[in-house]
């Protein structure tokens, strides 16, 4: 469900480096609370699940983020 998630916005440097458009990405609220940024990594492949679980709710409309899953699904494919 949307509530499940919360809308992260990372800095733009960090997106553009890899071509991932500058929007709110969604992040279970679940690894929010568990995070600790010494011994969790965040990839891309992360990114693009939560993406894809998000947008089969209903209530969201997936095509605002079908561009960031494109290239998040590119930079994947290339081994990124």
């Known amino acids: 469900m949307a ?3 919360v809308m992260v916005r990372w ?7 890899d ?5 709110e990405y969604p992040v279970p609220l679940a690894f929010i609370e568990a995070f ?4 969790t990594r965040l990839g891309l ?6 993406l894809q679980c998000y947008t089969e709710q209903a209530t969201v409309d997936s095509s605002a ?3 960031a899953m494109r290239r998040l699904a590119e930079l994947l494919a290339l081994g990124i």
């Open 45 to 50: 492949d992360d990114l693009l699940f939560w």
């Open 3 to 5: 509530e499940d998630f």
């Open 36 to 39: 600790d940024p010494r011994a």
């Open 19 to 23: 071509g991932l458009p500058d929007i």
């Open 11 to 17: 800095h733009g440097e960090v997106m553009a480096r």
């Open 65 to 67: 983020f079908a561009p």
